[in-house]
């Protein structure tokens, strides 16, 4: 099926139970309505299986470790979600990915994702300390700028790569414009972050035996970057979220320079993927759904509120996070012992049937809408997802505007990971349209 013939998306029950397996490659090859079928035959017959862990082969200082349960039903990743004290996040049990990953990672990848409290009570309340109302509205600023800039770089050329040029450019313009990384450095930041979380992906890292040293290589750049950076925001404060960051203090206490490092690239992995992949998706189905398009199109506004959560549902750009059981419990109605894994199948449980009315269906006015893409309620859920929501709105607001009929002219190519549903590449035609005038 191509996407511009029939894009309604049906999940095909191509696999039997036995046969499904979502620690191999060769799965997150198959089509999504494939992908889909077999998540709906999860949910139904085995919501909480065991699988093997991922074969890592023999990539140097990758272990696997154990197995995982993997939870595919919305009430069990929600439970896990809001128990922090039965299902861990802590770098020392493990962390959040489904590998667990070498001991030199912690330096530049564990910042609160991979905290439990008190520590991750701890920087979230310095780092939010940071989002001042008056950094809000800076942030707000670089968003609507952001979005013009995209469309400028574009407009007049009638064809682009809707991917490359405009949903990858424009959430790192704003992160970067947030933290004062100055625009040389864009590219610099970009190819890095790809490397961390596109890893899997021979375009991003070419040789697999080299994935840990990659992104371990990408992670000390980055938080090279930002030590930099520190240090001169130390000497001469700016109105960055940086030089407030240096000086932001929480019961008397700061951020260390590896804090604020390893927060920084955070930032660049979680904020910059993911709000790549929502945009991009959502347009692949606006496009395939020209009649939601055309309701939104028609009342922006009215539909803003909805049509933002049902991109995130439908995209649903982070698949899973892992948690670590903290002792014998049961969830789903499967016993787990201390120390096992549980993965939490986002995707899975943003179309759970029990949850969701016609969860194949895009539905831009879909109320009640109790999606989990931002991750579940509980301490970890998303930091940034009221700042996705504002770039998701005006960048759609600004192509609705200033390119009506932009639309892709061929199939994305879809990045091969199991951990971010994302797209790398999709052309798109457009009637060329004039700059802005700021
Ligand atoms: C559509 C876009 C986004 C999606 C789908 C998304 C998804 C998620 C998910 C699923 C989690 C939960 C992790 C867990 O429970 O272990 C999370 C956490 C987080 N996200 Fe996002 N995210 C998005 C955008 C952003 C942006 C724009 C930023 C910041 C600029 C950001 C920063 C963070 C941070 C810092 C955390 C960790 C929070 C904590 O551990 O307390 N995210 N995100």
């Given at each position: 099926m191509t996407l511009l013939e029939d894009a309604a998306l049906e999940p095909v029950r191509e696999l039997g139970l036995d046969e499904i397996n979502l620690s191999e490659q060769s799965f997150w090859e198959l089509s999504e309505e494939t992908r889909e079928g077999a998540f709906a035959t999860l949910r139904e017959q085995r919501p909480v299986a065991w699988f093997e862990a991922p074969?890592?082969?023999?990539?140097?200082?990758?272990?696997?470790?154990?197995?995982?349960?993997?939870?595919?039903?919305?009430?069990?990743?929600?439970?896990?979600?809001?128990?922090?004290?039965?299902?861990?996040?802590?770098?020392?049990?493990?962390?959040?990915?489904?590998?667990?990953?070498?001991?030199?990672?912690?330096?530049?990848?564990?910042?609160?994702?991979?905290?439990?409290?008190?520590?991750?009570?701890?920087?979230?309340?310095?780092?939010?300390?940071?989002?001042?109302?008056?950094?809000?509205g800076r942030i707000e600023q670089a968003v609507e700028r952001a979005a013009r800039e995209v469309v400028d770089s574009v407009i007049e050329k009638g064809e682009c790569d809707f991917v490359l040029d405009v949903a990858s450019p424009f959430p790192l313009m704003i992160i970067c414009d947030m933290m004062g990384i100055p625009r040389s450095q864009l590219d610099f930041v970009f190819d890095r972050s790809n490397i961390i979380l596109g890893a899997g992906d021979p375009d991003y890292v070419a040789d697999v035996?080299?994935?840990?040293?990659?992104?371990?290589?990408?992670?000390?750049?980055?938080?090279?970057?930002?030590e930099e950076l520190r240090t001169e925001r130390i000497a001469r404060p700016t109105d960055d979220i940086t030089s407030v960051l240096v000086n932001a203090e929480v019961d008397g206490e700061r951020l260390t320079a590896q804090e604020l490092s390893s927060f920084f690239v955070l930032l660049a992995v979680a904020g910059n993927e993911t709000t790549r992949t929502a945009i991009s998706q959502g347009f692949k189905a606006l496009h395939d759904n020209p009649d939601q398009k055309r309701l939104w199109m028609d009342d922006f506004d009215g539909l803003n509120a909805t049509a933002i959560e049902e991109i995130v549902r439908w995209a649903t750009p982070v698949i899973h996070f892992r948690r670590t059981v903290t002792r014998d419990t049961v969830i789903g109605g499967q016993a787990v012992k201390e120390g096992d894994k549980v993965v939490m199948w986002y995707n899975s449980a943003n179309r759970d049937e029990d949850v969701f009315e016609r969860p194949f269906d895009f539905d831009l006015a879909r109320s009640p809408n109790e999606h989990l893409g931002f991750g579940g309620p509980g301490p970890h859920f998303c930091l940034g997802a009221n700042l996705a929501r504002r770039e998701i709105t005006v960048l759609f607001r600004e192509l609705f505007s200033r390119m009506p009929d932009i639309r892709p002219?061929?199939?994305?190519?879809?990045?091969?990971?199991?951990?971010?549903?994302?797209?790398?590449?999709m052309p798109a035609e457009f009637t060329p349209g004039a700059l802005s005038a700021s």
């Open positions: 074969d890592v082969g023999d990539i140097p200082g990758l272990e696997a470790g154990s197995g995982y349960w993997a939870l595919t039903r919305h009430a069990d990743v929600l439970e896990a979600s809001r128990n922090p004290e039965l299902f861990s996040s802590d770098s020392s049990r493990g962390g959040t990915q489904m590998i667990d990953l070498p001991a030199e990672y912690s330096e530049f990848f564990t910042s609160m994702i991979s905290m439990d409290d008190p520590r991750h009570a701890r920087l979230r309340g310095l780092i939010s300390a940071g989002f001042t109302p008056r950094m809000l035996q080299d994935m840990v040293v990659a992104q371990l290589t990408a992670g000390a750049e980055l938080a090279q970057l930002m002219t061929g199939d994305p190519d879809r990045l091969l990971s199991f951990f971010i549903h994302g797209l790398k590449r």
